[in-house]
Protein backbone atom coordinates (compact mmCIF):
# COMPACT_ATOMS: atom_id res chain seq x y z
CA UNK A 1 0.00 0.00 0.00
CA UNK A 2 1.49 3.57 -0.75
CA UNK A 3 1.94 6.09 1.92
CA UNK A 4 -0.15 9.27 2.63
CA UNK A 5 1.99 12.52 1.49
CA UNK A 6 0.51 15.41 1.20
CA UNK A 7 -2.73 16.50 2.88
CA UNK A 8 -3.73 13.07 4.21
CA UNK A 9 -4.17 11.89 0.70
CA UNK A 10 -3.57 8.75 -0.85
CA UNK A 11 -1.00 9.07 -3.41
CA UNK A 12 -1.24 5.47 -5.25
CA UNK A 13 -3.44 4.49 -8.49
CA UNK A 14 -7.15 4.14 -7.67
CA UNK A 15 -7.78 0.57 -8.99
CA UNK A 16 -9.97 -1.90 -7.78
CA UNK A 17 -11.64 0.65 -4.55
CA UNK A 18 -7.90 0.52 -3.50
CA UNK A 19 -4.65 2.82 -3.60
CA UNK A 20 -1.99 1.07 -4.68
CA UNK A 21 1.81 1.52 -6.37
CA UNK A 22 2.98 1.66 -9.82
CA UNK A 23 4.46 -0.91 -11.74
CA UNK A 24 8.16 -0.92 -11.11
CA UNK A 25 7.18 1.95 -7.99
CA UNK A 26 7.36 4.82 -10.94
CA UNK A 27 6.46 7.92 -9.39
CA UNK A 28 6.12 11.85 -11.03
CA UNK A 29 6.39 14.32 -8.74
CA UNK A 30 4.05 17.64 -8.93
CA UNK A 31 4.98 21.51 -8.18
CA UNK A 32 3.25 23.94 -6.21
CA UNK A 33 2.78 26.71 -9.15
CA UNK A 34 2.16 29.43 -6.90
CA UNK A 35 5.78 29.02 -4.71
CA UNK A 36 7.50 26.72 -7.82
CA UNK A 37 8.31 24.40 -4.92
CA UNK A 38 7.89 20.93 -4.58
CA UNK A 39 4.06 19.88 -3.67
CA UNK A 40 3.90 15.77 -3.81
CA UNK A 41 5.27 12.73 -5.35
CA UNK A 42 2.33 10.47 -6.68
CA UNK A 43 2.29 7.10 -8.58
CA UNK A 44 2.39 7.20 -12.22
CA UNK A 45 0.72 4.66 -13.99
CA UNK A 46 2.31 2.39 -16.55
CA UNK A 47 1.26 0.16 -19.49
CA UNK A 48 1.00 -2.67 -17.01
CA UNK A 49 -1.18 -0.20 -14.55
CA UNK A 50 -3.53 0.88 -17.50
CA UNK A 51 -4.09 -3.57 -18.21
CA UNK A 52 -4.72 -3.94 -14.64
CA UNK A 53 -7.13 -0.81 -14.91
CA UNK A 54 -9.06 -1.85 -17.74
CA UNK A 55 -8.97 -5.77 -16.43
CA UNK A 56 -10.49 -4.43 -13.22
CA UNK A 57 -13.47 -2.01 -15.44
CA UNK A 58 -13.89 -5.23 -17.02
CA UNK A 59 -14.52 -7.82 -14.34
CA UNK A 60 -16.69 -5.35 -12.48
CA UNK A 61 -18.76 -4.53 -15.33
CA UNK A 62 -19.70 -8.29 -16.15
CA UNK A 63 -19.87 -9.28 -12.23
CA UNK A 64 -22.39 -6.53 -11.32
CA UNK A 65 -22.87 -3.23 -12.95
CA UNK A 66 -24.45 -4.33 -16.07
CA UNK A 67 -27.06 -5.86 -14.29
CA UNK A 68 -26.92 -2.93 -11.66
CA UNK A 69 -30.81 -1.13 -11.73
CA UNK A 70 -30.55 2.61 -12.72
CA UNK A 71 -31.52 3.43 -9.42
CA UNK A 72 -28.77 2.13 -7.75
CA UNK A 73 -26.61 4.52 -10.20
CA UNK A 74 -28.36 7.50 -9.49
CA UNK A 75 -28.04 6.78 -5.79
CA UNK A 76 -24.09 6.21 -5.70
CA UNK A 77 -24.27 9.73 -8.01
CA UNK A 78 -26.28 11.63 -5.57
CA UNK A 79 -24.15 10.59 -2.62
CA UNK A 80 -20.81 11.51 -4.94
CA UNK A 81 -22.65 14.69 -5.18
CA UNK A 82 -23.05 15.20 -1.41
CA UNK A 83 -19.46 14.26 -0.32
CA UNK A 84 -18.31 16.75 -2.48
CA UNK A 85 -20.25 19.08 -1.15
CA UNK A 86 -19.02 18.00 2.09
CA UNK A 87 -15.56 18.58 1.43
CA UNK A 88 -15.65 21.40 -0.81
CA UNK A 89 -13.28 23.18 1.31
CA UNK A 90 -10.76 20.56 0.89
CA UNK A 91 -11.11 20.43 -3.01
CA UNK A 92 -10.95 24.19 -3.65
CA UNK A 93 -7.82 24.37 -1.41
CA UNK A 94 -6.03 21.04 -3.44
CA UNK A 95 -7.10 22.75 -7.11
CA UNK A 96 -5.58 25.95 -5.30
CA UNK A 97 -2.22 24.30 -4.12
CA UNK A 98 -1.68 21.86 -7.45
CA UNK A 99 -3.63 24.23 -10.14
CA UNK A 100 -3.36 27.29 -8.80
CA UNK A 101 -6.50 28.36 -9.05
CA UNK A 102 -8.23 30.81 -7.03
CA UNK A 103 -10.21 29.40 -3.99
CA UNK A 104 -12.97 31.28 -4.42
CA UNK A 105 -13.11 30.64 -7.81
CA UNK A 106 -13.22 27.14 -7.77
CA UNK A 107 -15.35 27.15 -4.94
CA UNK A 108 -18.37 29.07 -7.21
CA UNK A 109 -17.20 27.39 -10.21
CA UNK A 110 -15.76 24.04 -10.50
CA UNK A 111 -17.25 22.79 -7.18
CA UNK A 112 -20.21 23.72 -7.95
CA UNK A 113 -20.36 22.81 -11.68
CA UNK A 114 -19.45 19.47 -10.22
CA UNK A 115 -22.59 18.72 -8.08
CA UNK A 116 -24.93 20.17 -10.41
CA UNK A 117 -23.56 17.57 -13.06
CA UNK A 118 -24.12 14.83 -11.27
CA UNK A 119 -27.21 15.63 -10.05
CA UNK A 120 -28.35 16.10 -13.38
CA UNK A 121 -26.95 12.96 -14.77
CA UNK A 122 -28.59 10.98 -11.60
CA UNK A 123 -31.91 12.07 -12.76
CA UNK A 124 -31.22 10.33 -15.94
CA UNK A 125 -29.93 7.44 -15.30
CA UNK A 126 -33.82 5.94 -15.28
CA UNK A 127 -34.50 7.56 -18.60
CA UNK A 128 -32.07 6.19 -21.14
CA UNK A 129 -34.72 4.74 -23.32
CA UNK A 130 -34.95 3.51 -26.95
CA UNK A 131 -37.96 3.94 -29.53
CA UNK A 132 -41.16 2.12 -30.42
CA UNK A 133 -40.40 1.65 -33.90
CA UNK A 134 -43.49 0.95 -37.08
CA UNK A 135 -41.12 -1.60 -38.47
CA UNK A 136 -43.54 -1.27 -41.69
CA UNK A 137 -46.39 -3.47 -39.40
CA UNK A 138 -44.80 -6.73 -40.05
CA UNK A 139 -44.43 -7.57 -35.93
CA UNK A 140 -42.69 -5.77 -33.40
CA UNK A 141 -39.44 -3.14 -33.87
CA UNK A 142 -37.54 -1.03 -31.07
CA UNK A 143 -34.37 0.29 -30.05
CA UNK A 144 -32.63 0.64 -26.94
CA UNK A 145 -29.70 2.43 -26.03
CA UNK A 146 -27.21 0.60 -24.52
CA UNK A 147 -23.50 1.15 -22.48
CA UNK A 148 -20.32 1.12 -24.17
CA UNK A 149 -18.66 -1.29 -21.20
CA UNK A 150 -14.95 -0.22 -20.67
CA UNK A 151 -14.61 3.40 -21.17
CA UNK A 152 -11.88 6.10 -20.10
CA UNK A 153 -11.31 9.66 -20.07
CA UNK A 154 -8.73 11.73 -20.47
CA UNK A 155 -8.43 15.04 -18.21
CA UNK A 156 -6.22 18.26 -18.46
CA UNK A 157 -4.80 20.20 -15.63
CA UNK A 158 -6.78 23.60 -15.71
CA UNK A 159 -10.49 22.20 -14.27
CA UNK A 160 -9.36 18.72 -13.11
CA UNK A 161 -12.10 18.13 -10.58
CA UNK A 162 -14.93 19.60 -13.26
CA UNK A 163 -13.81 17.94 -16.54
CA UNK A 164 -13.36 14.49 -14.50
CA UNK A 165 -17.22 15.21 -13.24
CA UNK A 166 -18.06 16.15 -17.10
CA UNK A 167 -16.93 12.41 -18.08
CA UNK A 168 -17.70 10.22 -15.03
CA UNK A 169 -21.53 11.45 -14.75
CA UNK A 170 -22.96 10.48 -18.00
CA UNK A 171 -20.57 7.68 -18.26
CA UNK A 172 -22.02 6.40 -14.85
CA UNK A 173 -25.97 7.30 -15.72
CA UNK A 174 -25.77 5.41 -18.91
CA UNK A 175 -24.08 2.14 -17.30
CA UNK A 176 -20.53 2.40 -18.76
CA UNK A 177 -17.81 1.25 -16.24
CA UNK A 178 -14.74 4.10 -16.25
CA UNK A 179 -10.61 4.97 -16.23
CA UNK A 180 -10.04 8.50 -15.27
CA UNK A 181 -6.49 9.52 -16.37
CA UNK A 182 -5.84 12.82 -14.36
CA UNK A 183 -3.13 14.82 -14.94
CA UNK A 184 0.44 14.72 -14.42
CA UNK A 185 0.53 18.92 -13.68
CA UNK A 186 -2.82 18.67 -10.95
CA UNK A 187 -3.35 15.01 -9.67
CA UNK A 188 -4.47 15.82 -6.38
CA UNK A 189 -7.73 16.38 -6.96
CA UNK A 190 -8.02 13.16 -8.54
CA UNK A 191 -6.82 11.51 -5.56
CA UNK A 192 -9.02 13.19 -3.34
CA UNK A 193 -12.19 11.85 -5.87
CA UNK A 194 -10.75 8.16 -5.68
CA UNK A 195 -11.66 8.11 -1.95
CA UNK A 196 -15.05 9.80 -2.13
CA UNK A 197 -15.66 7.07 -4.88
CA UNK A 198 -15.05 4.75 -2.30
CA UNK A 199 -16.69 6.39 0.30
CA UNK A 200 -19.67 6.74 -2.11
CA UNK A 201 -20.18 2.87 -2.38
CA UNK A 202 -19.12 2.87 -5.44
CA UNK A 203 -18.45 -1.16 -5.87
CA UNK A 204 -14.43 -1.36 -6.85
CA UNK A 205 -13.60 -1.43 -10.46
CA UNK A 206 -16.63 0.64 -11.42
CA UNK A 207 -14.74 3.82 -11.61
CA UNK A 208 -10.71 3.39 -11.98
CA UNK A 209 -8.66 6.58 -11.18
CA UNK A 210 -4.75 6.50 -12.11
CA UNK A 211 -2.25 9.43 -12.96
CA UNK A 212 0.78 9.04 -15.28
CA UNK A 213 2.48 10.58 -18.42
CA UNK A 214 0.02 11.54 -21.25
CA UNK A 215 2.74 9.69 -23.48
CA UNK A 216 2.71 6.46 -21.06
CA UNK A 217 -0.83 6.37 -19.34
CA UNK A 218 -2.77 8.28 -21.77
CA UNK A 219 -1.71 6.46 -24.81
CA UNK A 220 -1.43 3.32 -23.25
CA UNK A 221 -5.27 3.84 -22.82
CA UNK A 222 -5.88 5.64 -26.17
CA UNK A 223 -4.07 2.22 -28.22
CA UNK A 224 -5.99 -0.52 -25.83
CA UNK A 225 -8.13 -3.19 -27.04
CA UNK A 226 -9.93 -3.86 -24.22
CA UNK A 227 -11.06 0.48 -23.98
CA UNK A 228 -14.56 0.87 -25.92
CA UNK A 229 -14.32 4.63 -25.57
CA UNK A 230 -11.67 7.69 -25.18
CA UNK A 231 -13.66 10.91 -24.16
CA UNK A 232 -10.62 13.54 -23.89
CA UNK A 233 -10.25 17.09 -23.20
CA UNK A 234 -7.05 18.55 -24.08
CA UNK A 235 -5.06 20.30 -26.12
CA UNK A 236 -5.71 19.57 -30.34
CA UNK A 237 -2.34 18.23 -31.33
CA UNK A 238 -3.27 15.74 -28.57
CA UNK A 239 -6.47 14.90 -29.96
CA UNK A 240 -5.36 14.17 -33.06
CA UNK A 241 -2.64 11.37 -31.94
CA UNK A 242 -5.47 9.77 -29.36
CA UNK A 243 -7.31 9.63 -33.15
CA UNK A 244 -4.27 7.91 -34.73
CA UNK A 245 -3.94 5.60 -31.89
CA UNK A 246 -7.98 4.58 -31.97
CA UNK A 247 -7.15 4.03 -35.90
CA UNK A 248 -4.43 1.75 -35.40
CA UNK A 249 -5.86 -0.14 -32.60
CA UNK A 250 -9.28 -1.08 -31.76
CA UNK A 251 -11.32 1.85 -34.08
CA UNK A 252 -12.85 2.66 -30.45
CA UNK A 253 -15.18 5.79 -29.95
CA UNK A 254 -13.93 9.23 -29.38
CA UNK A 255 -15.00 12.47 -28.24
CA UNK A 256 -12.29 15.10 -28.46
CA UNK A 257 -13.42 18.73 -26.26
CA UNK A 258 -9.88 21.05 -27.20
CA UNK A 259 -8.57 23.88 -28.06
CA UNK A 260 -10.14 27.51 -28.33
CA UNK A 261 -9.40 30.92 -30.03
CA UNK A 262 -13.11 32.39 -28.57
CA UNK A 263 -13.94 35.84 -30.36
CA UNK A 264 -16.07 38.19 -28.14
CA UNK A 265 -18.05 40.57 -30.60
CA UNK A 266 -19.30 43.96 -28.93
CA UNK A 267 -21.12 46.19 -30.71
CA UNK A 268 -21.26 49.85 -30.47
CA UNK A 269 -24.85 49.86 -28.79
CA UNK A 270 -23.82 47.38 -26.55
CA UNK A 271 -23.74 48.16 -22.51
CA UNK A 272 -20.52 49.09 -21.96
CA UNK A 273 -20.08 48.46 -18.73
CA UNK A 274 -21.69 44.72 -18.82
CA UNK A 275 -19.29 44.10 -21.78
CA UNK A 276 -16.14 45.39 -20.03
CA UNK A 277 -17.03 43.22 -16.73
CA UNK A 278 -17.30 40.11 -19.28
CA UNK A 279 -14.69 40.69 -21.63
CA UNK A 280 -12.23 41.20 -18.79
CA UNK A 281 -13.71 38.21 -16.84
CA UNK A 282 -13.11 35.79 -20.10
CA UNK A 283 -9.61 36.29 -20.47
CA UNK A 284 -8.17 36.48 -16.95
CA UNK A 285 -10.10 33.72 -15.19
CA UNK A 286 -8.04 31.19 -14.55
CA UNK A 287 -5.11 33.47 -16.20
CA UNK A 288 -6.95 32.31 -19.49
CA UNK A 289 -5.57 28.42 -19.03
CA UNK A 290 -9.52 28.04 -20.05
CA UNK A 291 -10.41 26.32 -23.47
CA UNK A 292 -13.45 28.88 -23.48
CA UNK A 293 -11.12 32.23 -23.26
CA UNK A 294 -11.99 35.29 -24.99
CA UNK A 295 -8.69 35.71 -25.72
CA UNK A 296 -9.76 37.58 -29.35
CA UNK A 297 -11.94 40.82 -28.68
CA UNK A 298 -13.41 42.51 -31.51
CA UNK A 299 -14.89 45.99 -30.94
CA UNK A 300 -16.75 48.33 -33.38
CA UNK A 301 -14.95 51.52 -34.06
CA UNK A 302 -17.66 53.98 -32.63
CA UNK A 303 -16.45 52.80 -28.99
CA UNK A 304 -12.98 51.11 -29.96
CA UNK A 305 -10.90 53.91 -28.19
CA UNK A 306 -12.83 54.08 -24.54
CA UNK A 307 -13.27 50.28 -24.53
CA UNK A 308 -9.17 50.20 -25.09
CA UNK A 309 -9.11 52.81 -22.71
CA UNK A 310 -11.64 51.26 -19.93
CA UNK A 311 -9.97 47.65 -20.65
CA UNK A 312 -6.21 49.03 -19.88
CA UNK A 313 -7.38 50.73 -16.75
CA UNK A 314 -9.45 47.92 -14.74
CA UNK A 315 -7.59 45.32 -16.06
CA UNK A 316 -4.42 46.07 -15.98
CA UNK A 317 -3.05 45.72 -12.29
CA UNK A 318 -4.39 42.84 -10.26
CA UNK A 319 -3.67 41.87 -7.11
CA UNK A 320 -1.15 38.15 -7.81
CA UNK A 321 -0.39 35.96 -5.52
CA UNK A 322 -1.37 32.84 -3.11
CA UNK A 323 -4.78 31.78 -4.82
CA UNK A 324 -5.44 30.42 -1.29
CA UNK A 325 -6.08 34.33 0.07
CA UNK A 326 -9.05 35.98 -0.55
CA UNK A 327 -7.44 39.34 -1.41
CA UNK A 328 -5.77 37.95 -4.38
CA UNK A 329 -7.49 38.36 -7.84
CA UNK A 330 -4.78 36.38 -9.74
CA UNK A 331 -3.05 33.12 -8.95
CA UNK A 332 -0.24 31.22 -11.04
CA UNK A 333 0.26 29.91 -14.90
CA UNK A 334 0.19 26.09 -13.99
CA UNK A 335 4.03 25.46 -15.03
CA UNK A 336 7.54 27.94 -16.00
CA UNK A 337 7.02 25.69 -19.11
CA UNK A 338 3.15 27.44 -19.96
CA UNK A 339 4.44 30.48 -18.40
CA UNK A 340 7.94 30.52 -20.97
CA UNK A 341 5.48 29.47 -23.68
CA UNK A 342 3.18 32.93 -22.99
CA UNK A 343 6.16 34.87 -22.52
CA UNK A 344 7.42 33.37 -26.33
CA UNK A 345 3.76 34.33 -27.62
CA UNK A 346 3.98 37.88 -26.35
CA UNK A 347 7.30 38.69 -27.68
CA UNK A 348 5.90 37.52 -30.83
CA UNK A 349 3.33 39.35 -31.11
CA UNK A 350 5.22 42.39 -30.30
CA UNK A 351 7.08 41.50 -33.27
CA UNK A 352 4.45 41.15 -35.41
CA UNK A 353 3.05 44.39 -35.03
CA UNK A 354 0.36 44.82 -32.21
CA UNK A 355 0.34 47.71 -30.01
CA UNK A 356 0.89 46.46 -26.56
CA UNK A 357 -1.53 48.22 -24.11
CA UNK A 358 -0.31 46.47 -20.69
CA UNK A 359 1.35 43.91 -19.44
CA UNK A 360 3.51 41.10 -21.14
CA UNK A 361 6.54 40.42 -18.08
CA UNK A 362 6.66 37.64 -15.72
CA UNK A 363 6.24 38.65 -12.07
CA UNK A 364 7.14 37.77 -8.67
CA UNK A 365 9.54 35.74 -7.41
CA UNK A 366 9.68 31.53 -6.90
CA UNK A 367 5.91 31.46 -8.25
CA UNK A 368 4.91 31.72 -12.29
CA UNK A 369 2.94 34.35 -12.45
CA UNK A 370 2.31 36.85 -15.16
CA UNK A 371 0.77 40.00 -16.20
CA UNK A 372 -2.53 40.58 -17.27
CA UNK A 373 -1.75 41.46 -21.21
CA UNK A 374 -3.45 43.28 -23.77
CA UNK A 375 -2.83 43.99 -27.22
CA UNK A 376 -4.41 46.57 -29.53
CA UNK A 377 -5.01 46.66 -32.84
CA UNK A 378 -3.90 42.91 -33.76
CA UNK A 379 -3.38 41.90 -37.05
CA UNK A 380 -5.67 39.17 -38.23
CA UNK A 381 -2.70 36.73 -38.72
CA UNK A 382 -0.42 37.07 -35.97
CA UNK A 383 -0.19 34.36 -33.59
CA UNK A 384 -1.71 36.44 -31.19
CA UNK A 385 -4.64 36.36 -32.88
CA UNK A 386 -4.45 33.06 -34.44
CA UNK A 387 -3.20 30.92 -31.70
CA UNK A 388 -4.59 29.46 -28.47
CA UNK A 389 -1.96 30.85 -25.60
CA UNK A 390 -3.83 29.74 -23.35
CA UNK A 391 -2.79 32.66 -20.92
CA UNK A 392 -4.03 36.16 -19.75
CA UNK A 393 -3.70 37.43 -23.14
CA UNK A 394 -6.06 39.81 -25.08
CA UNK A 395 -5.94 40.31 -28.35
CA UNK A 396 -8.49 43.75 -29.38
CA UNK A 397 -9.28 45.05 -32.47
CA UNK A 398 -11.78 46.99 -34.45
CA UNK A 399 -14.75 46.41 -36.99
CA UNK A 400 -16.77 48.44 -39.12
CA UNK A 401 -19.12 46.24 -39.76
CA UNK A 402 -21.38 43.35 -38.52
CA UNK A 403 -20.58 41.34 -41.70
CA UNK A 404 -16.49 41.91 -41.01
CA UNK A 405 -16.96 41.11 -37.52
CA UNK A 406 -18.67 37.62 -38.22
CA UNK A 407 -16.03 36.76 -40.82
CA UNK A 408 -13.16 37.74 -38.72
CA UNK A 409 -14.58 36.06 -35.65
CA UNK A 410 -15.16 33.23 -37.77
CA UNK A 411 -11.66 33.37 -38.69
CA UNK A 412 -10.26 30.60 -37.25
CA UNK A 413 -9.17 26.96 -37.06
CA UNK A 414 -11.17 26.56 -33.89
CA UNK A 415 -15.15 26.67 -32.62
CA UNK A 416 -15.20 25.94 -29.18
CA UNK A 417 -16.92 29.33 -27.87
CA UNK A 418 -17.85 32.97 -28.62
CA UNK A 419 -19.77 35.72 -26.89
CA UNK A 420 -22.36 38.72 -28.43
CA UNK A 421 -22.32 42.02 -26.68
CA UNK A 422 -25.49 44.20 -28.20
CA UNK A 423 -28.61 45.94 -26.96
CA UNK A 424 -30.20 44.75 -30.04
CA UNK A 425 -31.79 41.41 -30.47
CA UNK A 426 -32.04 41.54 -34.41
CA UNK A 427 -28.54 41.83 -34.17
CA UNK A 428 -27.77 38.65 -31.30
CA UNK A 429 -30.44 36.67 -33.01
CA UNK A 430 -28.44 37.44 -36.32
CA UNK A 431 -24.85 37.09 -35.17
CA UNK A 432 -25.50 34.26 -32.64
CA UNK A 433 -27.03 32.06 -35.85
CA UNK A 434 -23.63 32.97 -37.72
CA UNK A 435 -21.28 31.84 -35.44
CA UNK A 436 -19.03 29.00 -36.61
CA UNK A 437 -18.64 27.46 -32.83
CA UNK A 438 -20.61 25.20 -30.42
CA UNK A 439 -21.27 27.67 -27.48
CA UNK A 440 -22.53 31.15 -28.20
CA UNK A 441 -23.32 33.71 -25.06
CA UNK A 442 -25.19 36.70 -25.34
CA UNK A 443 -24.39 39.51 -23.55
CA UNK A 444 -22.19 37.49 -20.86
CA UNK A 445 -19.24 35.04 -21.11
CA UNK A 446 -18.78 31.41 -19.44
CA UNK A 447 -22.65 30.50 -18.30
CA UNK A 448 -21.82 26.98 -18.38
CA UNK A 449 -24.58 24.43 -16.77
CA UNK A 450 -24.94 20.75 -16.76
CA UNK A 451 -28.42 20.84 -19.02
CA UNK A 452 -25.93 22.63 -21.60
CA UNK A 453 -23.84 20.80 -24.24
CA UNK A 454 -20.51 22.08 -24.36
CA UNK A 455 -18.20 21.26 -27.23
CA UNK A 456 -16.33 22.43 -30.72
CA UNK A 457 -16.97 23.15 -34.48
CA UNK A 458 -14.14 22.86 -36.20
CA UNK A 459 -10.36 21.90 -34.77
CA UNK A 460 -11.98 22.50 -31.45
CA UNK A 461 -13.44 18.65 -31.66
CA UNK A 462 -16.54 16.76 -31.42
CA UNK A 463 -18.60 15.19 -29.36
CA UNK A 464 -20.26 17.05 -26.08
CA UNK A 465 -20.17 17.18 -22.97
CA UNK A 466 -22.93 18.17 -20.43
CA UNK A 467 -26.94 18.14 -21.30
CA UNK A 468 -28.73 15.02 -22.70
CA UNK A 469 -26.61 15.10 -25.76
CA UNK A 470 -23.45 13.92 -23.72
CA UNK A 471 -25.46 10.81 -23.45
CA UNK A 472 -25.36 10.02 -26.85
CA UNK A 473 -21.67 9.35 -27.11
CA UNK A 474 -21.88 7.34 -23.93
CA UNK A 475 -24.28 4.26 -25.56
CA UNK A 476 -24.57 2.70 -28.64
CA UNK A 477 -28.37 1.60 -30.49
CA UNK A 478 -29.62 -1.75 -30.88
CA UNK A 479 -32.75 -2.15 -33.40
CA UNK A 480 -34.83 -5.48 -32.05
CA UNK A 481 -37.06 -6.77 -34.27
CA UNK A 482 -39.27 -9.54 -33.50
CA UNK A 483 -41.56 -11.37 -36.47
CA UNK A 484 -44.75 -12.40 -35.44
CA UNK A 485 -46.53 -14.89 -36.52
CA UNK A 486 -50.36 -14.16 -38.10
CA UNK A 487 -52.75 -15.28 -35.92
CA UNK A 488 -54.73 -18.67 -36.80
P1 LIG B 1 -2.71 18.25 -23.07
O1 LIG B 1 -3.34 17.87 -24.36
O2 LIG B 1 -1.25 18.43 -23.03
O3 LIG B 1 -3.02 17.13 -21.95
C1 LIG B 1 -4.35 16.73 -21.66
C2 LIG B 1 -4.31 15.32 -21.13
O4 LIG B 1 -3.85 14.47 -22.17
C3 LIG B 1 -3.37 15.12 -19.93
O5 LIG B 1 -3.97 14.23 -19.02
C4 LIG B 1 -2.15 14.48 -20.58
O6 LIG B 1 -1.44 13.64 -19.71
C5 LIG B 1 -2.79 13.65 -21.69
N1 LIG B 1 -1.90 13.33 -22.81
C6 LIG B 1 -0.79 14.01 -23.22
N2 LIG B 1 -0.23 13.37 -24.27
C7 LIG B 1 -0.98 12.27 -24.52
C8 LIG B 1 -0.92 11.23 -25.49
N3 LIG B 1 0.03 11.18 -26.41
N4 LIG B 1 -1.88 10.27 -25.47
C9 LIG B 1 -2.88 10.32 -24.55
N5 LIG B 1 -2.98 11.27 -23.61
C10 LIG B 1 -2.06 12.25 -23.59
O7 LIG B 1 -3.51 19.51 -22.57
P2 LIG B 1 -3.29 20.35 -21.25
O8 LIG B 1 -2.05 21.14 -21.43
O9 LIG B 1 -3.42 19.48 -20.05
O10 LIG B 1 -4.58 21.32 -21.28
C11 LIG B 1 -4.62 22.42 -22.08
C12 LIG B 1 -5.38 22.17 -23.37
O11 LIG B 1 -6.64 21.59 -23.08
C13 LIG B 1 -5.68 23.45 -24.10
O12 LIG B 1 -5.47 23.27 -25.48
C14 LIG B 1 -7.17 23.68 -23.83
O13 LIG B 1 -7.83 24.44 -24.76
C15 LIG B 1 -7.67 22.30 -23.76
N6 LIG B 1 -8.90 22.24 -22.96
C16 LIG B 1 -10.10 22.06 -23.63
C17 LIG B 1 -11.29 22.05 -22.91
C18 LIG B 1 -12.60 21.84 -23.63
O14 LIG B 1 -13.61 21.58 -22.97
N7 LIG B 1 -12.65 21.94 -24.94
C19 LIG B 1 -11.28 22.21 -21.54
C20 LIG B 1 -10.06 22.39 -20.89
C21 LIG B 1 -8.87 22.39 -21.63
Redesign the pocket.
Known sequence: MVTTTVFGLSTGLFINNKFIPAHGGHTLDTINPATGKHLAKVSAAQTEDVDSAVAAAQTAYVACWKRSPPQEKAKLLLRLAELIERDRDDLATLAAVDAGALYADTQYGEIEQSIQQLRYYAGWSDKITGKLLDGRGEGLSFTSREPLGVCAA??????PLM?AIWKLAPAIAAGNVLII?????APLCGQKLGELVCEAGFPPGIINIICG???IA??A??EHQGVSKIA?????S?GR??MR?SANSNLKRISL????KGPSIVFGDADLENALKWTIRGITLHNGQ??AAGSRILVHESIYERFCREFHQRSRDAVYGDPLLPATKKGPIISQAQLQSILKSVEMGARNGGHLLHGGKAIGEGGYFIENTAFMGVDEDSIIARD?I?GPVAAISKFSTEEEAVARANRTIYG?SAAVFTSSIDTAVRVTAAMESGHVTVNAWGMLSADAP???YKQ??FGR?GGEEALESWTTVKTVKYSISAST
Open positions: IVPWNAIKTPELLGTGHLAFTGSTVSIAELGGICEFLFGGSGD
